[in-house]
């Protein structure tokens, strides 16, 4: 393991323990509820899950075309929907319904 793949690791747990954050404040940010903010996290997933794919270097972007788009785009929903379930129902204050509601208590 180099110092390279640590860095990507990294990069990627951050990427990981972000989502709820980074969802909670754009969605009081733009003041979304309900199923605009459920839009909002699956985008968030999606960008997150394109990120850490990118930083797994499992998409390698000069050599994507429409041959190889199906297999790029499955990968990228299905990890985007584990992130987008795993900020849809976290345990933390800002998921178990948090995401559905400004959350100003």
């Known amino acids: 393991m180099t110092w390279n793949d640590i ?8 990427i990981a323990f972000l989502g ?7 969605k009081n ?13 699956g985008v968030v997933a999606a960008i997150f899950a ?3 794919m990118t930083l797994a270097q499992v998409i390698n972007w000069k050599d994507f075309n ?10 990228v929903f299905t990890l985007a929907t584990v992130y987008y379930q795993w900020l849809k129902n ?16």
């Not at 940010?29 to 996290?41: I, P, S």
């Not at 976290?90 to 208590?105: C, M, Q």
């Open 7 to 14: 860095f990507r690791f990294v990069i990627m747990a951050l």
């Open 20 to 26: 709820s954050p980074v969802t909670q404040w754009l």
């Open 29 to 41: 940010q733009f003041k979304l509820e309900d199923r605009w903010a459920l839009l909002l996290t």
């Open 50 to 52: 394109l990120g850490e």
């Open 66 to 75: 429409l041959e190889n788009f199906p297999a790029v785009f499955a990968g």
């Open 90 to 105: 976290s345990p933390s204050k800002l998921g178990a319904g948090g995401l559905l509601s400004r959350g100003e208590e």
